[in-house]
């Protein structure tokens, strides 16, 4: 069908994969449907269309205008959005020589697969949260509620949002459930005699903003263990793998929390529901949470809202922090130590001198992309074993993107050659073999990726992996890429005793405050920084944010509680 239509064949794998086993028949019926397919934009789908339909294509088709407007929400999705200005949307179809986009829009929204809202003006939904500081002194600091403030740049004046329909429910189940939890709270033992768990005893709903390095923040695993020993029934759940690992036993992640078994309500049989690492909850599983905790019960979310939000999309974390309804904890931020005073430096916008003579964070230098990556490859494979006792298994590489001289695909070719070579008859950029250091896809929804150590390989060409605590398990090698280095997206919540950073000068105009905060988070014990990118480092941890993401949730909660 695509030769056919003039499209080269080798897209019919990745058509298939977006489309499912109708792909044919989607196809035939409507030529935009390929727009599904994440590569795929508007002028190639177009060019199919005609190769289809000859003289039957039209630039209103209302095929084409729906295609096109889902194509728009989806690429705003993995931006991070959960919702586009509507007058953006009118844009785009008028670019793409739609005659009449308000038409076309009222269209797609009588369809139901898109659902409209008004925007929120600027300064509206309550930017100042209910924030207390939990330090010894019990004392409330106003400077911290600027941690949870809308800036003016985020609403939108007037207009409408447009969103898909199912992030759209998931942010309104989420401000259901929540009013939901606030109006339900039950009377339950005195945990401890902290502020959080004073503070869980009046609350449905708590967040708990963690400080630099703190996950799992040591009071949350605390309150979760006295509410234990009060004789409540409490489940602990991270997002991540690795975050499960940390945990130990008895943490579960989203993917078993949803195979637990539920009450008539389909609520879960709990009391408390603490999620650690709740920054990185995308809409669609946050709503999962929320919906599964029966009335009565608590949730607590903990996480460290300074650095990268979620790889799907929503922020939802910081938009209920925003907006005022729920009581919301940050946690002393005294820097304990180098890393932590380096952590803390950037949050605040500033980029702190390095002078640690316990080598616990190190900065150095580079000229090139190619000179970082050899520096890299340094430090794992020698310097960082010697000098600081942490075994090249336990160090993580991170890097800011995947491309380029010193990105994560060069940096494990790299460690590749110098950590575990393959046989002289295979090539070690694409060959999987023993010892090697392996990602995945995660399995849970939102968890990023999952790395693992190749412990043999069978017969039939799969190689045994361990990933984390979990049991080896046989693995197609196409499943697999090599993952000593993680691009900063992949590596949320992923941290190890000691981690080696690499910033290249390539993509530098990309660096942000919250980018360079995730990635010098990402050792427990020693970060070293291979600095090649000039000047952009500093001004990337001086600049104020420069994006916000787009959503809908602060508007839902407004609309629940009134």
Not at 294 to 323: I, K, N
Not at 343 to 351: M, S, Y
Not at 437 to 444: E, G, I, L, Q
Request: aromatic content about 2%; glycine content about 10%.
């Amino acid at each position: 069908m695509l030769a056919a239509a003039g499209a080269p064949e080798r897209m019919a794998p990745q058509v298939a994969a977006a489309l499912g086993d109708e792909a044919a028949e989607l196809l035939a019926a409507d030529p935009w449907a390929v727009l599904a397919v994440p590569a795929i934009a508007p002028g190639q789908a177009d060019l199919l269309a005609r190769g289809a339909l000859g003289a039957g294509w039209v630039a209103d088709d209302p095929r084409r205008v729906r295609a096109i407007v889902l194509w728009l929400l989806r690429r705003a999705a993995r931006q991070g959005d959960t919702a586009i200005e509507a007058d953006a949307a009118r844009a785009a179809l008028a670019h793409f020589e739609v005659g009449d986009p308000d038409t076309a829009l009222r269209a797609i929204l009588a369809e139901g697969r898109v659902m409209a809202f008004a925007a929120a003006p600027r300064g509206s939904g309550g930017s100042g949260a209910s924030i207390d500081d939990v330090g010894e002194s019990g004392e409330i600091d106003g400077d911290l509620e600027e941690d949870f403030e809308e800036p003016d740049e985020l609403g939108v004046v007037g207009g409408v949002l447009l969103a898909l329909d199912d992030y759209a429910l998931a942010e309104e189940a989420i401000a259901e459930a929540v009013v939901r939890l606030l109006s339900t709270v039950e009377p339950w033992p005195e945990i401890g005699d902290g502020k959080l768990g004073r503070a869980l005893s009046d609350n449905g709903v708590l967040l708990y903003a963690a400080g630099p390095g703190e996950e799992p923040p040591a009071a949350v695993l605390t309150v979760a263990a006295q509410a234990r020993e009060a004789g409540l029934r409490v489940v602990v759940v991270a997002p991540t793998l690795d975050g499960r690992d940390r945990l130990g036993a008895g943490a579960v992640g989203l993917r078993e929390l949803a195979a637990m078994e539920r009450g008539p309500d389909g609520t879960l049989e709990l009391d408390l529901l603490v999620v650690t690492d709740a920054t990185l909850l995308d809409v669609t599983a946050a709503a999962a949470i929320f919906e599964a905790v029966p009335d009565g019960a608590r949730l607590l979310l903990a996480g460290d809202p300074a650095g990268l939000e979620s790889t799907g999309p929503g922020r939802v974390f910081t938009d209920l922090a925003a907006t005022g309804t729920i009581r919301a904890l940050v946690a002393p931020t005294v820097p304990e130590g180098p890393l932590e005073a380096l952590a803390d430096g950037i949050r605040d916008g500033r980029l702190p001198p390095i002078q640690d003579p316990d080598r616990r964070a190190v900065l150095i230098p580079a000229r090139t992309g190619e000179e970082a990556a050899h520096r890299c490859a340094q430090l794992v494979a020698d310097s960082i074993p010697r000098a600081i006792g942490i075994a090249a298994r336990d160090v993580l590489v991170v890097a800011p993107l995947a491309t380029g001289p010193a990105g994560a695909t060069a940096l494990n070719a790299v460690l590749k050659a110098r950590l575990n070579p393959s046989p002289e008859d295979r090539s070690s950029a694409v060959s999987i073999d023993v010892g090697d250091c392996v990602v995945r896809a995660a399995s849970d929804p939102g968890g990023g990726v999952v790395r693992g150590i190749v412990g043999d390989v069978l017969p039939d060409g799969r190689v045994v992996v361990s990933f984390g605590a979990a049991a080896p398990e046989p693995v197609q090698r196409a499943e697999l890429r090599h993952g000593w280095a993680l691009t900063a997206r992949q590596s949320l919540g992923v941290r190890r005793p000691g981690a080696v950073v690499v910033l290249p000068s390539e993509g530098a105009d990309a660096y942000t405050r919250a980018l360079m905060y995730t990635l010098v988070t990402r050792g427990e014990r020693h970060v070293s920084i291979v600095h090649a990118a000039g000047p952009a480092l500093a001004s990337a941890v001086a600049a104020d944010p420069t994006r916000h993401r787009t959503t809908h949730l602060r508007q839902a909660m407004g609309e629940a509680m009134s």
